[in-house]
């Protein structure tokens, strides 16, 4: 796509983008992920280096390497499996179980990425140690571009799965919760 990756688009670019296309950036990938969901497709590494940015500026998701389809909106991968471990929630970083509820997540970081225009998640730490912050309840700062309102929705997609009662979002109540 003619503007490239999303990550490196963010990064050359942020001075020139407003808020609100910033937020439209988040929708367009919210509806590529609610359509994944709807087609019952687990993307696996949703983040702003695997999403492209065409000649208007509409958001893309890509990179499907990882992405399985899914029966029960449920997939466990092998042990020793690598996976994005700043991307991920507590159910994958300890049991490997990845669902629509942990791309939920991811799209939670997306959303930050875009916010801090193209900064990398737990920025000065290692992956062990944000293993230890997420399973503690640790999670990402509001960056300065995002409103109390975009952060409150990113924060909900960090919510903890708690056995089958959760508050984390789906991608369909991202896309109607998004002003």
């Given at each position: ?12 670019h942020s001075r020139t ?119 503690q309840g640790g999670r ?40």
């Amino acid at each position: 796509m003619e503007n490239g990756c999303l990550l490196h688009f963010l990064q050359q670019h942020s001075r020139t983008l407003g808020r609100v296309q910033l937020l439209f950036m988040c929708q367009d990938v919210c509806e590529g992920m609610e359509y994944l969901e709807q087609s019952s497709f687990i993307h696996r590494d949703l983040a702003a280096r695997n999403c492209l940015v065409n000649e208007r500026n509409v958001v893309k998701v890509c990179d499907f390497g990882m992405t399985r389809y899914v029966l029960d909106n449920q997939y466990t991968s092998s042990m020793g499996s690598r996976f994005p471990v700043k991307w991920s929630p507590p159910e994958v970083l300890h049991f490997n179980k990845f669902s629509n509820k942990s791309d939920v997540w991811s799209f939670g970081v997306l959303m930050w990425e875009v916010f801090s225009e193209g900064k990398t998640p737990f920025e000065n730490r290692s992956n062990l140690e944000v293993v230890e912050e997420v399973t503690q309840g640790g999670r990402l700062y509001r960056p300065h571009r995002a409103s109390a309102h975009i952060y409150n929705i990113m924060y909900r997609c960090w919510h903890e799965v708690r056995h089958t009662h959760t508050d984390r979002h789906t991608s369909q109540s991202i896309h109607y919760t998004t002003p």
